[in-house]
């Protein structure tokens, strides 16, 4: 694996999915008085909280990152006809204070997919900015019970998460457990219905509409998700937020430490937390009992770099596509023309900086599994065109049918791979690695519809390589690599679940 190199790579995480919709009243519930990142000990929620208050974090006055505006843009407060539409309340209060957070709405009724509670949240830290997403059509839009939940804004500022609560979470005998999702996704299709966005969404050709979050609450556990406001956003801004979800749920529930279990991009932002990889502006806390890493790129990955122009189908308009990820190239040859197609690459570039999230994951893995030339979608095995051209950029291998600069000056842009492991995770954690690994000549279990990992053992995604990797952990308890279930299955399969009850219930 190559991680440092004169110019660098950026790739795709696939966690797959669109988001969830309807109207609702959207209102600020309490605002605190102090300013995010100062030290202050939260006060206790008078209705739920049973334990002891936290403390917030010391600011460190960071500049924000690169981005379109740190001003948020105001919520809309509109009503519903829709007597099922999820509905607000407004009289919940979070106390004295919670480093400055606001807590701008709570649902309560009408709520889809089992969850009995949702909160929206803000934090002002002008660190925090409105990131730049895709906009050329509404694949990067909050939809469905989300745009409820965000206050009917599509493109919600990136200070803003949701905080999802599962039923028994205030009563539960076991541990309590955060779940934080990955790239393209949310809450509800991760954790609760995998089948939400229809049938191959989930890694298989139809789904199931239950998930971890209900396996794990009718075991006992206190189960809350994070869902967050830009689904391929900032991978220090879903850290910080994990940190300030970690925060609710101690005082919501009076416990000491939350196990935390991250998919895919969100073992990005999971392990960025543990780490203190958070942009100078928060230290690992001592509150994370256990993390489970399911289905990361730990050491990184490469795959949207490898396969030519096999991903293009799936992403560029052009050609139909519609998935909210990138694309490794910024120019197309169409009818014998080129061109300029750089707001859907994943490169910073003056069309935006769209996937952030994604150049963070970054890693060249061509020393160890050389590029192959072919994809395989789980249907059919083809020769890709201008595989070199993709991988290496527009030097000593020129594109036929599309360019790019390659994976090298992607990763420059912004991996954040080498610091990530470099600050490593506490030996006071105990972390646990769930990995998947596929029979290639097996169509069956590969993820359908999509270029899937070939050039060596992995998910369909991400290479065993890279996700079972110790690298930087601390604490690592227990691994576990299971036959056949794609990157997409690792989430809800119950071979999966299993295992992750089992490691919980330790």
């Known amino acids: 694996m190559r991680t440092s190199r004169p110019c660098a790579a950026l790739t795709l995480l696939l966690a797959c999915t669109p988001q969830g919709g309807g109207d609702t009243d959207a209102s600020t519930a309490a605002v605190t008085d102090s300013t ?114 965000f206050g009917n804004d599509p493109v919600p500022h990136s200070g803003r998460f949701l905080l999802y609560y599962a039923p028994g979470w205030n009563n539960g005998a076991k541990s309590t457990v955060l779940l934080a999702h990955g790239a393209n996704d949310q809450a509800d299709r991760a954790w609760a219905n995998p089948g939400e966005s229809g049938d191959f969404g989930c890694g298989q050709s139809t789904c199931p509409d239950i998930g971890l979050m209900q396996e794990l609450a009718a075991a006992g ?150 590029l192959t030339g072919t994809a395989n979608n789980g249907l059919m095995q083809w020769i890709v065109g201008d595989s070199e051209s993709t991988y290496y950029g527009e030097g000593e291998y020129k594109g036929v049918y599309a360019r790019g600069k390659g994976i090298d000056y992607a990763i420059t842009q912004g991996s954040v791979i080498e610091e990530m492991v470099g600050a490593g995770i506490p030996a006071s954690i105990s972390t646990y690695l769930l990995c998947g690994d596929l029979n290639f000549n097996d169509n069956s279990v590969l993820i359908p519809g999509i270029p899937n990992e070939i050039a060596g053992p992995s998910d369909g995604v991400v290479f065993v390589d890279s996700c079972a990797a110790s690298d930087g952990i601390g604490t690592l308890t227990d691994s576990a690599v299971l036959p056949d279930i794609n990157h997409l299955k690792l989430g809800w399969h119950p071979t999966a679940a299993a295992q992750i009850s089992t490691w919980l219930g330790q």
């Open 36 to 149: 995010p990142g100062t030290d202050s000990t939260p006060g206790t929620d008078s209705s739920e909280a049973t334990g002891t208050a936290t403390t917030g974090p010391t600011s460190t006055g960071d500049e924000p990152p690169t981005g379109t505006t740190t001003e948020p843009p105001a919520t809309s407060s509109t009503t519903t006809d829709d007597p099922t539409a999820p509905t607000s309340t407004t009289s919940e209060t979070t106390g004295d204070s919670l480093h400055g957070l606001i807590l701008e709405d709570t649902f309560e009724d009408g709520i889809q997919n089992g969850w009995v509670r949702v909160e929206r949240w803000f934090d002002p830290d002008p660190f925090f900015i409105q990131e730049d997403r895709f906009d050329l059509d509404q694949r990067a839009h909050q939809t469905g019970q989300r745009l409820e939940f």
């Open 221 to 370: 556990h206190r189960v809350f998700a994070v869902s967050h406001a830009h689904s391929q956003g900032d991978n220090v801004f879903w850290a910080l937020q994990i940190a300030w979800a970690i925060d609710i749920i101690r005082e919501r529930t009076g416990v000491d430490k939350v196990d935390v279990i991250g998919w895919s991009k969100g073992v990005m932002s999971t392990r960025m937390y543990a780490s203190g990889v958070t942009g100078g502006k928060l230290q690992y806390r001592d509150d994370i009992g256990k993390l489970i890493l399911i289905g990361g790129p730990n050491l990184g990955f490469d795959y949207i770099f490898r396969y030519g122009t096999a991903h293009n189908g799936g992403v560029y308009a052009d050609f139909g596509g519609k998935i909210h990820a990138p694309g490794p190239h910024d120019e197309l040859l169409i009818f014998g023309v080129w061109e300029d197609r750089s707001e859907y690459a994943i490169y910073k570039s003056a069309s935006g900086d769209n996937y952030r999230g994604q150049l963070q994951m970054l890693a060249a893995w061509d020393d160890v599994y050389p």
